[in-house]
């Protein structure tokens, strides 16, 4: 009895941590590319946030700047934010880089 609560609690336990894994699996830039931002509206935040800055950096070094943390960051964001709003079915990394290609000029270079 005790045996098979334990092989139950060990399988709930080995599937969770299985489907946390591929949850959790880092995408390729090629799928990442592909993501509109209505798509990326609907994920979670934290993982918005990460393919978000995922993008940006392919983008930053791409264009040769980095994205910085402070307020030109903040600006970049709202860019990205303002240009989701305008067009919802635009992919995501499209108006990443537009805002950074716009934004080029007031970014450190690498």
């Given at each position: 009895?005790?045996?098979?609560?334990f092989l139950s609690l060990a399988l709930v336990v080995a599937t969770a941590t299985t489907a946390y894994a591929q949850s959790s699996a880092p995408m390729s830039f090629e799928r990442a590319a592909y993501v509109t931002c209505r798509e990326a509206q609907a994920m979670q935040p934290d993982a918005r946030r990460a393919l978000?800055?995922?993008?940006a950096e392919h983008s930053a070094q791409f264009r040769g700047v980095t994205v910085p943390n402070d307020e030109r960051g903040a600006q970049l964001a709202q860019l990205v934010r303002g240009g989701c709003t305008l067009a919802p079915d635009?992919?995501?990394?499209?108006?990443?880089?537009?805002?950074?290609?716009?934004?080029?000029?007031?970014?450190?270079?690498?």
């Open positions: 009895m005790i045996f098979g609560r978000a800055v995922y993008l635009a992919y995501l990394f499209t108006v990443i880089d537009r805002a950074i290609q716009a934004e080029r000029g007031k970014l450190s270079k690498r």
